[in-house]
């Protein structure tokens, strides 16, 4: 309830922090193009929590990737994309301008924080150099703005643990410190692809926490990028689900696990072994998450799909409409609900243009 | 969901002990002169698995659990103790008789791309444990293999691939074909979905079902993930820095968990339902080293339901969080040695470099109302670091704020049926219960 009015709330209070349009990210390999980012579209508005979900493969991270302009050949972002953050357009940024947007509008925190930590400086001197690189703070001034830092995630005797080196931090601590260096920078939009995988439970609930409170104090806008459907719903206030490099549903966390309407959602909601206890049986979803090498003219969960029919491989499903309340919708061809086959599949191709789709699908009931 | 009921009848046919663990222990290193104490990866553990049922182990990373699978099917030595493996005590097992008996226990490891050769076939890889013990002739090993890929989902024709040929999940399903070639009655399988998708998850954990009904397996199933030991799992048994904190049934510990680990633990676990909004208890840190476990509870250092020393009993929570919080920075200060230099500047009484806990005291006491009995300690231990004496000040700390889950281990305590077992001072009479006591501490935060 109160999530999702914030989810609301966060949206009326006019233009979003971070907008994808189009978003298409190619991998270029000898034998075939791999669209690991198929037309992916979202926003995320200043204070907010959105989450990307998917299984690997499914493009979470690449997208990630491309809006910190972090894609290097073979992979290339599609010039139909566009990134806006902050009204400005990101993917005409040059690699200059680029470093200067990742060191102060946008922070990333990856899986593993061993990469991010040099292991040779002391944790000190890399916050000490994140703030006089970004910050031009320098001297006794960033020593008492990295002991503030330290303590402002979290971590006890900060002044001391600033002259320790990144192996002398457990996997949580260096997390932290990671996100130390990050709000060095004062970011608005903070990029957290998988920051909790590689952490324990009772670790991962004091990430959680930390960045909640974080987001609270800095009013931060948070794009929080994971398998594990139970983190989502932790901590984001709307969803993307993303399978084979498209997003196949967008909800507010609420709808999502209340009223999952993609097929796929479904399936990979009902296969997480939640409260069920022994002999309730796990559903599983047949067959493997495709490699999105052809262009999207099918919809690409159909082959797994118990709900396929004869269009879904002809034809790709547009995102409809399937909420009430906020923005819930779900590229499936088996909206718009109260219409017909025909009329579902007329519907689609309106929205997609028309030209999209050449062959004539007979109208059956 | 409260099928806490039907499970038993599972067991109770097959009902026997398969593995009986008396006060196991393993410890590494430590031996010689110059070395610093040993680190106590299991630290005196008993439990029992009986025939047929699945025994779940949980924890988090570094609790030991990992050694303690590794332990049973011999991979390791045990320090200590003794595993009885239908009737007979496998740590004295040597040579030939131990060679025959390892048959009967295989393992599954977690990492499907580490734990099988790049260079050798699909068929190779299965076969070895059969070619290792001389099992039948050649062509019949051969056919084993064939029947073995059918059971455990994939084809005849994989025979010839090489693992990099194959998904995650495929993987794993060659590594669970490796461990059944001998026809095992043991299996430990060491978080042998931990590195899948939630799907394909999904799917393993069905294929070891199957598997376990068709084969009459026994497995200790190894996991961090709480939620999918809940499904497999007959019972569970949690593991914290070498030692068992609680086991039973799997509905008991997880609808009725007693030790305050096992809360903590299951609090911790982000629900996929948003619309739950459950009490979520955030320990304190990280677990302490095991080279260097606490003298009393493991578990006393992160506890949110520990024991106070009588007397203190007035002191409000926050500040004993704020006196918890200033111990561990004390005791890891103690660890740390001087140099030459702050050594010679501690003897002329010159010594600064630790001035700054006066700021970590100011921090963690500066906005709480701390009454006379305690700052005059606290005041104490700060000085005692500042003159460069960090284990004085922490041992000032012990004497004075030392309570019962400091000072001596806990029992391990029957606190239900179904054998339910639990590690914690507090189901003593003497200690109010750790239900209200949670409630109550974790409720204003």
């Avoid at chain 2, 029957?414 to 239900?435: A, F, I, K, Q």
Wanted: charged share 30%.
């Amino acid at each position: 309830m109160s999530r999702e009015e914030t989810a609301e709330s966060a949206r009326d209070e006019g233009d979003p922090l971070l907008s994808v349009r189009n978003l298409q990210t190619v991998f270029h390999t000898d034998r075939e193009t791999i669209r690991a980012v198929d037309d992916v579209s979202f926003d995320v508005y200043p204070g907010e929590t959105v989450g990307i979900v998917g299984e690997s493969g499914s493009g979470k991270s690449v997208t990630a990737r491309s809006i910190m302009g972090l894609v290097d050949s073979p992979g290339e972002v599609l010039p139909e994309s566009s990134i806006r953050f902050n009204g400005q357009e990101l993917t005409a940024f040059s690699d200059a301008e680029y470093r200067e947007v990742r060191g102060s509008g946008i922070g990333m925190v990856f899986q593993d924080p061993q990469q991010s930590l040099n292991p040779v400086y002391t944790i000190g001197n890399q916050i000490r150099e994140a703030l006089e690189i970004n910050r031009d703070i320098t001297g006794a001034q960033a020593t008492k703005e990295a002991t503030k830092l330290l303590e402002s995630v979290g971590i006890p005797d900060a002044k001391r643990r600033l002259d320790e080196h990144p192996h002398e931090f457990s996997g949580g601590m260096r997390q932290r410190a990671v996100i130390a260096m990050m709000l060095a920078c004062e970011p608005d939009l903070l990029i957290a692809d998988e920051p909790t995988t590689a952490l324990d439970v009772t670790i991962q609930a004091q990430i959680l926490d930390l960045l909640k409170d974080l987001q609270e104090e800095r009013n931060l806008a948070i794009l929080f990028i994971t398998h594990d459907m139970g983190v989502i719903a932790d901590i984001s206030d709307r969803v993307n689900v993303m399978y084979a490099g498209q997003i196949v549903e967008k909800a507010s966390v609420e709808n999502l696990f209340e009223r999952p309407e993609h097929p796929y959602t479904r399936a990979l909601i009902e296969s997480i072994p939640g409260e069920h206890s022994r002999g309730e049986g796990l559903n599983t979803i047949e067959g493997e998450v495709p490699t999105p090498n052809a262009p999207a003219d099918h919809c690409r969960f159909a082959p797994r799909c118990p709900q396929a029919f004869g269009a879904c491989d002809k034809m790709a499903p547009q995102h409809i409409d399937v909420g009430e309340t906020v923005e819930h919708t779900a590229a499936c061809l088996l909206y718009p609900e109260d219409k017909a086959e025909g009329e579902r599949l007329k519907h689609h191709r309106a929205l997609a243009g028309g030209d999209d789709v050449k062959t004539e699908v007979s109208n059956d009931e | 969901m409260n099928s806490g009921i039907e499970q038993p009848e599972q067991t109770a046919q097959l009902g026997e002990t398969l593995i009986e663990v008396e006060n196991l222990k393993k410890h590494y290193g430590g031996g010689g002169m110059f070395e610093s104490s040993s680190v106590k990866a299991v630290d005196g553990v008993s439990f029992s698995i009986q025939r047929g049922e699945t025994l779940g182990l949980v924890g988090e990373s570094g609790c030991g659990k990992s050694t303690l699978g590794r332990t049973l099917v011999r991979l390791e030595e045990a320090t200590e103790g003794t595993i009885s493996f239908d009737g007979t005590d496998i740590t004295t097992l040597s040579g030939d008789e131990l060679k025959t008996w390892r048959r009967n226990a295989q393992m599954v490891f977690q990492d499907p791309e580490s734990s099988l050769n790049d260079r050798m076939t699909v068929g190779e890889i299965i076969r070895e444990p059969l070619d290792a013990h001389d099992w039948k002739t050649k062509t019949e090993r051969q056919e084993r293999v064939l029947d073995l890929l059918t059971s455990v989902g994939l084809r005849e024709e994989h025979y010839y691939r090489y693992p990099h040929q194959f998904s995650g999940g495929q993987r794993q399903r060659v590594g669970i074909a490796r461990a059944l070639a001998l026809e095992p009655e043991f299996l430990v399988l060491d978080e042998p979905v931990s590195a899948l998708d939630v799907s394909v998850q999904a799917k393993i954990i069905t294929l070891l079902e199957d598997l376990q009904e068709e084969f009459d397996l026994t497995y200790l199933f190894i996991a961090h993930d709480l939620a999918v030991v809940r499904h497999i799992c007959d019972r569970v048994a949690v593991m914290y820095l070498g030692k068992m904190m609680e086991i039973s049934d799997t509905e008991a510990v997880y609808a009725d968990a007693h030790n305050p680990y096992t809360r903590s633990l299951l609090s911790a676990i982000p629900h996929p339902d948003p619309s739950t909004s459950s009490h979520r208890i955030t320990l304190p840190g990280t677990p302490p080293s095991p080279r260097d476990p606490p003298t009393g509870c493991q578990f006393s250092t992160r506890c949110p339901a520990k024991i106070r020393p009588e007397g203190y009993k007035h002191v409000d929570e926050a500040v004993w969080d704020a006196i918890e919080r200033f111990r561990e920075v004390v005791r890891e200060r103690s660890r740390m040695s001087l140099s030459t230099v702050d050594r010679l500047k501690r003897q002329l009484g010159s010594f600064s470099a630790y001035d700054d806990i006066d700021e970590t005291v100011t921090d963690l006491f500066g906005d709480l109302d701390v009454p006379t009995d305690v700052s005059e300690h606290i005041e104490t231990a700060a000085g005692l670091v500042k003159e460069g004496r960090p284990a004085d000040a922490r041992d000032h700390l012990n004497d004075t704020f030392n309570g019962a889950c400091d000072l001596k281990r806990p029992d391990f305590h029957p606190v239900g049926e179904h054998n339910h077992m639990s590690y914690c001072h507090r189901h003593e009479s003497d200690y109010e219960d750790v239900t209200p006591v949670i409630t109550r501490r974790t409720s204003d935060s």
